[in-house]
């Protein structure tokens, strides 16, 4: 059996848990963590992930991070 293509990664679906429980530095670091492997993969799992940081950069203050995350999400 194959994966569905739009099947989401363990590891974002950790993140979003995360972010939903307000675990907002956890979800940032698995993310970024798991950055490079998403690059590779399927384009709007990647583009999940990366908006994913970018609403943890932005509820965590870091502003210019998330400005930058959410233009690589566009």
Not at 10 to 15: L, N, S
Not at 37 to 66: C, K, Q, S, T
């Amino acid at each position: 059996m194959t994966a569905h293509p739009h099947e989401v990664p363990d590891e974002v679906a950790a993140a979003e848990r995360e972010l939903r429980q307000g675990l907002l530095r956890p979800a940032r670091e698995r993310l970024l963590a798991a950055m490079p492997a998403l690059e590779r993969g399927d384009a709007a799992i990647y583009r999940r992930a990366v908006n994913m940081l970018g609403a943890a950069h932005f509820e965590l203050g870091e502003l210019p991070e998330a400005s930058a995350a959410f233009a690589r999400a566009l």
